[in-house]
């Protein structure tokens, strides 16, 4: 005689962890955090619009506030190196200038999600940034205080020329975020390195 089937219900099987989860995560979380914000966002509206569990966030990251940081860093320190590489060592100013600010549109254009958290981030994150000499501002600064001590651009508060400069291009890329500047901010590079000229050239 047969025996009655088992109405024990079965065990679910253990999920499989989700393949290139890191990735998956942070764009997902930068996608929340741009539309919802940081502090809106959860971890669990991270993991089901990444296609994975809480736990693999958690496998990653400590948290939300920890993978926000992080994407914030990422864009924060690649900006430093570009800064600091284009606009060292011999040349024109002009010429430098623009290898800077073209630096910086490719960077935006590469990955303007990325690029657009880091920018609408700033206020948050910036406080808490300690002035690092690293940081793009910082590297700025530094530089533009160079040029007025060798004379090649007139004297004055370099906290205050820096701040003008960079305002150039972070509120053109403000105004990409809200699609109010068409293309790839790459096509404006050249006329917003004219207008940084004419920042650092003025009394």
Do not use: W
Request: hydrophobic residues 40%.
């Amino acid at each position: 005689m047969a025996r009655p089937a088992s109405t024990q219900p079965k065990a679910p099987e253990p999920k499989q962890r989700a393949r290139n989860a890191k990735p998956k995560i942070e764009r997902a979380a930068l996608k929340l955090f741009i539309h919802e914000g940081v502090d809106a966002a959860t971890t669990r509206e991270i993991a089901d619009k990444a296609g994975v569990s809480e736990g693999a966030l958690y496998r990653h990251y400590k948290g939300k506030d920890e993978l926000a940081l992080s994407l914030f860093m990422a864009t924060h320190q690649r900006l430093s190196q570009l800064l600091t590489e284009a606009l060292s060592g011999t040349g024109k100013l002009e010429d430098k200038v623009l290898a800077a600010v073209t630096a910086y549109c490719k960077l935006a254009d590469e990955d303007f999600l990325l690029f657009s958290f880091h920018l609408v981030s700033l206020n948050r994150y910036l406080p808490y940034d300690k002035r690092r000499e690293d940081d793009p501002v910082s590297v700025t600064e530094r530089i533009i205080g160079g040029l007025m001590a060798a004379g090649t651009i007139p004297k004055g508060d370099p906290a205050l020329k820096a701040a003008m400069a960079l305002g150039v291009v972070m509120q053109a890329g403000q105004n990409k975020i809200y699609n109010r500047l068409p293309g790839p901010l790459s096509q404006h590079a050249p006329a917003m390195a004219r207008a940084i000229i004419a920042v650092l050239k003025s009394n």
